[in-house]
């Protein structure tokens, strides 16, 4: 326990919340920005333009990646809601997630236009 926290109450409202200033991002925008921050997950997103949907196979052939790397980058970037999937069989086929990333961004502008 920080010392920021020690000695309030459970369920109590930090100092920053408090005083009426915003605490950050939520999770699931933090882990959007995660998802963008590496080049491999970047190159992979641009695979998905115009609507395509790729099985994992598929992303790890045409980026030049294994399949167990191409299935990580995948769920990275499936957790940060940048991606969607569905299971075809023994197939999972990928796609961009557009109502996901424009949720995250809609925040992330938010939380600019707060903090700056």
Do not use: W
Not at 3 to 28: C, M, N, W, Y
Not at 41 to 66: D, Y
Not at 71 to 77: M, N, V, Y
């Amino acid at each position: 326990m920080s010392d920021a926290t020690a000695g309030q109450p459970t369920g109590a409202p930090s100092p920053a919340r408090a005083a009426g200033v915003p605490e950050g991002l939520a999770p699931q925008t933090q882990e959007f920005l995660k998802a963008l921050g590496s080049p491999t997950r970047q190159r992979i997103m641009m695979l998905f333009s115009q609507g395509a949907e790729l099985s994992v196979g598929e992303v790890a052939e045409r980026t030049g990646i294994s399949q167990a790397t191409a299935s990580q980058q995948l769920t990275l970037l499936r957790r940060g809601r940048v991606v969607t999937s569905r299971r075809d069989g023994k197939t999972v086929y990928y796609r961009a997630d557009r109502n996901g990333a424009l949720a995250a961004l809609a925040e992330l502008q938010s939380y600019l236009a707060t903090c700056c």
